[in-house]
């Protein structure tokens, strides 16, 4: 068994290049540009939806609120009619990414953390880089990319982000789980 805290540099490495793995793959592979649909008329939608004055958050159409209002015949009806609609809302202003970048990096620390967990749990002292790769990748997949499957299952996310999503999640792994093979414990 091998403390978390004595893997802190293949965290804080893994979180480090994961960062600028995630960064390249959004910046030079041009396929999350299809990620989203555009709506149509969205200038008139946007301003529709400006006179709501929403604050951020997440919103659900038709909502119901509780199984009482689930059962009605009224709630079943607007179901029927649609649309049914997931909205995120964030307001407007300077698209500054510094806040996401740096939640995404301590995210990645966190991902090392449970990978550090999970194969300190499992193996000691002097294991083999690829006992070692197997363990904080198949973490590292899981805490990037499985989570996410359920969005397509129960939210119409699309396939095709939930896959691409999966690819990324894979190329994260992949370098979480070489970081630790290489500066794990001798």
């Known amino acids: 068994m091998v403390p978390v805290i004595s893997l802190w540099l293949p965290i804080l490495l893994s979180a480090v290049f994961v960062f600028i793995v995630s960064s390249l793959v959004h ?6 540009f299809k990620d989203f649909k555009k709506a149509p008329e969205e200038d008139k939608l946007m301003d529709a939806l400006r006179g709501f004055n929403l604050a951020e958050g997440e919103y659900f159409m038709p909502f119901a609120g509780s199984r009482e209002v689930f059962n ?12 049914g609609v997931i909205l995120s809302v964030w307001q407007g202003g300077t698209a500054g990414m510094m806040k ?4 995404w ?24 880089y690829l006992a070692v790769f197997r363990f904080a ?6 805490c990037y990319t499985v989570a996410h499957w359920q969005d397509t ?3 119409k996310r699309s396939w095709r982000r939930t896959i691409t999503g999966a ?5 994260y792994a992949l370098v979480t789980a070489g ?8």
């Open 100 to 103: 996401n970048l740096v939640v």
């Open 167 to 171: 690819f990324d999640g894979l190329l």
């Open 72 to 83: 009605t015949p009224e709630y079943r009806e607007k179901m029927k009619k649609g649309p």
């Open 179 to 186: 970081t630790f093979g290489w500066l794990w414990p001798r």
């Open 153 to 155: 299952i129960w939210f």
């Open 137 to 142: 990748g198949v973490t590292a997949f899981c």
């Open 105 to 128: 990096f301590v995210y990645s620390l966190v991902v090392g953390v449970f990978a550090a967990y999970v194969s300190g749990r499992a193996l000691g002292t002097g294991a083999e």
């Open 27 to 32: 910046m030079v592979l041009p396929y999350h």
